[in-house]
C-alpha cells in the first residue's frame, strides 16, 4: 500500500483571493513505513508575499523569485503522487490550493476522497486536545526542536512520525529499511529482522521425576494443572 504525507506552504490562506501555493513536500510511505523517497520544490508564485505568511513559513519573495512555477513542477508532481493515498494534516485547506493550481492549467482536480486527513484522525482519537502538529509531535514525543518556521518537507517528516503513532505506531521487532539503486532508477524496500532466538534441545523429565511430580500433585486439594 502506498501512501504520500504531503504538505504545503502558501502566501495565504484563500485561493479564491489570489493567494498560491510556494512550497510542497511530499514523504513516501509503503505500507506504512518511510521508503526515504520525497518530492520538495519551492515554487515562484508569480506575486508578493504577504508579511502574514513570511512571518509563518520565511520564503521571501525575494527568495522564490526564479524558483520554477507551478506549471513547470506539475507533471512532476502529478507522477510522484500518482496512484497514492494522501495523508495530509487539514486535508481541505492543502486540496483546496493544489486543485486551484491544477484549475489554472486545466488539469484534473484531486479528489478528495483520496485523501486521509490526520487532523481529522486525531481528534477522533483524542477528543477534546489540541490537534495542532505541534501539539501532537508532543504527545507522541517528537523531536521539534528543528522546527522554528513552517516548511513543506520537515512538516511532512514530522506528520509522517505523527500518522504512524495515531495508526498504531511501528512493530518493535521489525523494521522497513529502505534503499535507493540509483543505478537502477529504482527504489528497493527489504526487510530487517532482529537475530532469532536460539532453537536449544529442550529437556525431557525422567520416568522417576513424573512419578514424583504425580505424586506431589495428589497431596494438593485442587492444583490448577487439573482445572
Known amino acids: 500500500m502506498r501512501e504520500i504525507v504531503l504538505d504545503t506552504e502558501t502566501t495565504g ?102 485523501a486521509i486527513d490526520t487532523v481529522a484522525m ?18 507522541f ?5 528543528v522546527r522554528d518556521k513552517h516548511g513543506a518537507l520537515l512538516d511532512s517528516q514530522l506528520l509522517a512520525e505523527v500518522y504512524l503513532e495515531l495508526i498504531g505506531g511501528r512493530q518493535p521487532d521489525l523494521e522497513l529499511v529502505a534503499e535507493r539503486q540509483r543505478e537502477a532508477g529504482n527504489l528497493t524496500v527489504k526487510r530487517e529482522r532482529r537475530a532469532p532466538r536460539l532453537d536449544l534441545p529442550g529437556a525431557r523429565p525422567t520416568p522417576e521425576e513424573e512419578a514424583a511430580h504425580a505424586a506431589f500433585l495428589k497431596k494438593m486439594a485442587e492444583p490448577i494443572w487439573r482445572r
Not at 490537534?131 to 504527545?139: F, G, H, Q, T, V
Open 13 to 114: 490562506l484563500d485561493p479564491k483571493s489570489g493567494h498560491r501555493v510556494v512550497e510542497i513536500g511530499c514523504v513516501e510511505l509503503v505500507n506504512h513505513m518511510p521508503t526515504g523517497r520525497e518530492f520538495h520544490k519551492y515554487i515562484d508564485p508569480e506575486r508578493d508575499m504577504p508579511q502574514e505568511a513570511f512571518a509563518v513559513h520565511g520564503l521571501s519573495s525575494d527568495f522564490l523569485r526564479g524558483k520554477p512555477k507551478f506549471a513547470e513542477i506539475a507533471e512532476e508532481f502529478a507522477a510522484f503522487i500518482d496512484g497514492a493515498r494522501l495523508v495530509i494534516h487539514n486535508a481541505e485547506f492543502d486540496l483546496r490550493f493544489l486543485n486551484a493550481e491544477f484549475a489554472r492549467l486545466n488539469r484534473p482536480a484531486l479528489d478528495s476522497s483520496i
Open 141 to 145: 514525543e517528537i523531536d521539534l526542536s
Open 122 to 139: 486525531a481528534r477522533r482519537k483524542f477528543p477534546g486536545a489540541q490537534a495542532s502538529l505541534d501539539a501532537l509531535c508532543r504527545r
